[in-house]
Structures are given as structure tokens and as C-alpha cells.
């Protein structure tokens, strides 16, 4: 049945929560045919990986999904039958007073964080009295295994994957501006936090035997590179070429199309929530950059999912694996030694990915998690 839903999603480090929140609201309007209301408190970052989004417009439809800015909730917003809280985010004191008015109370889940630390099973589905009011939300847990809400994956996303060809990926690299693949290349995506070892990365990169094509997207880090890389052998604005390693810059991409760059690639450096996920659907080796927290609670969360994701590895995998994601997130000093270690692995890993995909295939997806619960409450 078709459902009115509000999504609220605050933009913290950019782009993660409204990654995930942008491509869920697109998979319930097109996927389940539920009708949605996106609610965003920064429009700006937001147009950067949905160009299709005018930030200087406080209401618009793109791809079918209303989007609305936060600022603009007041009292003649009519709330949905389901309201999404996404990632800890509060819901303006006047629209939490017009649920009171409905007259069937609706469906308030509060979305959490991604993890796979185990007691997130036990939470999964527990509700949360209103501390004050006669209004209950529901804590909503993706996961990677059962019991928990699965991972966004849209109905088409694995017939797209398995028929993205050599001939789809060349269109796709010509269309986006980037550098033909040279014979015996490695390429590899970079996105992540400023806190990541990237001068590090530069180095032992730039001393391969192999040539090395780094694509990195604009902002604080690929302006970290360029600044590193002040005296190449050559260069332009958006293309720096040191030693084996040619670094190519380019603009944000729309989601569909960063999709298509990680499965591009031979080795994708993802961050946060939504390129992580992404990441595991592509198939590629990965290496990922947590959301630094305090008190390093971040390592129980890294650690928890290497367990999960290397429990069926040989040891020594496992091992090379585990040293340059702990090197990645700051607990030792990256080195070629490393680097290597991890990438003789390359074939095995990719092998190993694919397992994994037919493992999380067996969880129902997100989207549908939710559209199910929902249902089954209203």
C-alpha cells in the first residue's frame, strides 16, 4: 500500500547521512511506490552528489522525491503516516506537536548508525517511549546480518553490477573525464576523512612497480595532495604526476555514477557509511576510514566488523586485511611493506567479496526492512 513518509536528515560530515537518507528516500519512491518528503538542513553539500538539487529552492521534487528545507517545518506541515529520524537527529519541536494531532498515531523510527558490533541484534526493533508525550519511536539498526534492518541495495543494483562490462566501464571513464587505463595499471578511488595517513599513501604509491592512477574527489584532502605534490615531474590543475603514481582530482559525483567509479576500480579507499556500503556491493578489495569518535569508541566499531567481514579468510589474509585498515585509521604507520602484503591478496580478496555479497543478498535490504515494518504497524 502507498504511504505518505517524512525523512529527516541533518548533514553532519557532509555527505554520509545524507547519502544514505538520499538514496533510501529514492528506493521507497521507486522501488515500493511510497510517496516521501525529504527534509535537509544543508541543500548546498546536498547538491553535491544530487546535482539535480537547486539549493537556493526550499521545495522541489528530484526523482520523484520531494525535498524540502528543515527550516521550512512549521505548523502547517501536515506530518506523514511514517516518520523517519535519521541518524540521532531531532525533530523540530513543532512537528513532534502535530503527531499529537493525527488521529492514528504514526510510525516514528529512528534510524541508527550502521554497525556490527553484536549487541545491535538486541536493539534492533526495541521502542522508545516519548519521555513526556503519548508518542513511541522505534530504533531501526542496518546490519550485515539477520535480525538487524540489512543494507540499502536497490532491486536492480546486482543485474547492474554484473553486466557493467569493459565496454561500460570505458564509456563510463570518456563520460566523466577520466584517464584510459594504461596496460598493467593499478587503479584505485580515494574518499576519506582528513585524518587518514594520505601523505603515507603518496609515498609508498609513488614507489610501485606498477603505475598507479589515484582518482580523488575535490575538497580538503585532494587539496592536501596537491599542496604534498608541489614539485612533480608534471602537472596540471587537476592532474599530478609523481614517480608511478599519477594523482586525477575531480568534482562530486551523483550517486549512480560514484557507483560505477568504485566498480572501475581495483582498490576503492571509502569513509563513513554510505561509500563503505557501496564499497562491499562493488566486489573490489576496500579499505575503510571510520568516523573518528572520542574515546576511540570508532575501533570497537572497525573491529567488530573485521571480525565479521574476515571470519572465513585464511589467517594470513585475514592478517594483511586487519594491518592496513589499522594503519588506515591511525593505529600504526603505513609502509610498502604493508601495502604489498596486502595487495599480493588482490585476486583472493575479490573472490572472497563475492562470497560476501551472496551472503548479505540473503538479508532483505533496508529499504524493504522498512517498508515492511511500517506497514505492519499502521
Known amino acids: 500500500m502507498q504511504r505518505r513518509w517524512d525523512i529527516f536528515c541533518t548533514v553532519i560530515d557532509n ?7 538520499w538514496r533510501l528516500a529514492r528506493q521507497l519512491t521507486q522501488d515500493h511506490h511510497q510517496v516521501v518528503r525529504l527534509w535537509v538542513d544543508d541543500l548546498t553539500s546536498f547538491s553535491c552528489i544530487a546535482p539535480d538539487v537547486n539549493p537556493e529552492i526550499q521545495q522541489q521534487v528530484v526523482q520523484g522525491v520531494e525535498i524540502c528545507r528543515w527550516q521550512c517545518v512549521s505548523v502547517e506541515v501536515e506530518p506523514a503516516e511514517v516518520v523517519i529520524e535519521a541518524f540521532a537527529c531531532e525533530l523540530p519541536d513543532v512537528y513532534v506537536a502535530a503527531l499529537l494531532q493525527r488521529k492514528k498515531q504514526p510510525v516514528w523510527i529512528n534510524l541508527e548508525y550502521l554497525s556490527a558490533e553484536p549487541w545491535v541484534v538486541q536493539c534492533h526493533g526495541l521502542p522508545s517511549p516519548h519521555p513526556r508525550l503519548p508518542l513511541i519511536k522505534t530504533f531501526f539498526f542496518p546490519g550485515f546480518v539477520q535480525g538487524t534492518g540489512g ?3 536497490e532491486k536492480n543494483l546486482i543485474a547492474r553490477r554484473s553486466t557493467f562490462s569493459t565496454t561500460a566501464e570505458r564509456a563510463f571513464l570518456q563520460r566523466k573525464g577520466l584517464l584510459k587505463r594504461k596496460p598493467g595499471e593499478i587503479r584505485i578511488s580515494l574518499f576519506c576523512y582528513d585524518t587518514a595517513p594520505v601523505t603515507k599513501l603518496i609515498q609508498v604509491l609513488s614507489e610501485s612497480s606498477k603505475p598507479v592512477l589515484l582518482i580523488v574527489t575535490e575538497g580538503s584532502v585532494a587539496g592536501s595532495i596537491a599542496s604534498l605534490l608541489n614539485n612533480p615531474s608534471s602537472r596540471t590543475e587537476k592532474l599530478i604526476q609523481y614517480g608511478q603514481l599519477t594523482v586525477q582530482i575531480i568534482p562530486f559525483m551523483e550517486q549512480a555514477d560514484y557507483d560505477l567509479l568504485l566498480w572501475s576500480c581495483d582498490f576503492n579507499f571509502v569513509r563513513g557509511e554510505d561509500s563503505f556500503v557501496r564499497a562491499q556491493w562493488a ?3 576496500f579499505v575503510w576510514n571510520i568516523y573518528p569518535q572520542t574515546e576511540s569508541a570508532h575501533w570497537k566499531k572497525l573491529d567488530a566488523f573485521l571480525d565479521l567481514y574476515t571470519a572465513n579468510m585464511p589467517e594470513e589474509m585475514a592478517d594483511a586485511v586487519r594491518e592496513i585498515w589499522a594503519c588506515w585509521n591511525g593505529r600504526y604507520e603505513i609502509n610498502s611493506a604493508i601495502w604489498l602484503n596486502y595487495f599480493s591478496f588482490r585476486e583472493s580478496l575479490t573472490e572472497h567479496n563475492k562470497d560476501r ?16 515494518f511500517a506497514e505492519n504497524k499502521l
Open 15 to 21: 555527505f554520509g547521512d545524507i547519502g544514505v537518507c
Open 151 to 153: 543494507l540499502l541495495r
Open 283 to 285: 566486489g573490489s578489495p
Open 357 to 372: 555479497v551472496k551472503q548479505l543478498l540473503k538479508q532483505d535490504d533496508l529499504a524493504s526492512s522498512l517498508a515492511q
